[in-house]
């Protein structure tokens, strides 16, 4: 396994659609799934729209909602943006990021997209950018968020990844 740092920096600007399906949780949990802990959907403590994203009952600090992104995107880009909200109610503050894993003919790599902070009472954002440098075909790509402490719960809404926008030199 190979696991890569990515510089956490402020959101830039992305273009074309979100590549997240759902990524506010107003349709429940699918695609979504849950990775050692369970995945609910709740209508009370959103931060925009109706819904977000609850996962409970954590055994792993790597716990949390993951969703699988469809290699093709890389036909065009390589480098993408990505943000979320979240929130915890319990505990003083508590890591959070955005992971990406991917496979190709190397193996299995993690991509540490962005780091931030989850807070008590209030959403916080977590953003920052990654690029995936394969070797040969990608066979799969998950993107996922994990960070606070086993036992843990924290909610997610309005998670975004697209590709960077490219800055044209005159």
């Given at each position: 396994?190979?696991?890569?740092?990515?510089?956490?920096?402020?959101?830039?600007?992305?273009?074309?659609?979100?590549?997240?399906?759902?990524?506010?949780?107003?349709?429940?949990?699918?695609?979504?799934?849950?990775?050692?802990?369970?995945?609910?959907?709740?209508?009370?403590?959103?931060?925009?729209?109706?819904?977000?994203?609850?996962?409970?009952?954590?055994?792993?600090?790597?716990?949390?909602?993951?969703?699988?992104?469809?290699?093709?995107?890389?036909?065009?880009?390589?480098?993408?943006?990505?943000?979320?909200?979240?929130?915890?109610?319990?505990?003083?503050?508590q890591p959070v990021q955005i992971t990406l894993r991917y496979d190709d003919e190397q193996?299995?790599?993690?991509?540490?997209?962005?780091?931030?902070?989850?807070?008590?009472?209030?959403?916080?954002?977590?953003?920052?950018?990654?690029?995936?440098?394969?070797?040969?075909?990608?066979?799969?790509?998950?993107?996922?968020?994990?960070?606070?402490?086993?036992?843990?719960?924290?909610?997610?809404?309005?998670?975004?990844?697209?590709?960077?926008?490219?800055?044209?030199?005159?």
């Amino acid at each position: 396994l190979a696991f890569e740092h990515a510089r956490s920096r402020a959101l830039p600007q992305g273009t074309g659609p979100n590549l997240i399906q759902n990524a506010g949780f107003e349709e429940g949990v699918t695609p979504w799934k849950d990775n050692k802990g369970l995945l609910t959907m709740v209508r009370n403590l959103a931060h925009s729209g109706s819904a977000a994203g609850l996962i409970s009952q954590r055994t792993a600090p790597y716990a949390g909602p993951i969703q699988q992104l469809s290699p093709q995107v890389l036909d065009n880009t390589h480098r993408f943006v990505c943000s979320a909200w979240v929130r915890i109610e319990q505990y003083a503050p508590q890591p959070v990021q955005i992971t990406l894993r991917y496979d190709d003919e190397q193996g299995t790599h993690y991509l540490s997209a962005a780091h931030g902070r989850a807070k008590r009472g209030e959403w916080s954002q977590v953003s920052g950018a990654f690029e995936i440098k394969p070797s040969g075909k990608v066979r799969f790509m998950d993107l996922f968020l994990e960070g606070p402490a086993p036992g843990v719960d924290f909610l997610v809404d309005d998670l975004l990844s697209k590709p960077e926008n490219k800055v044209m030199k005159p």
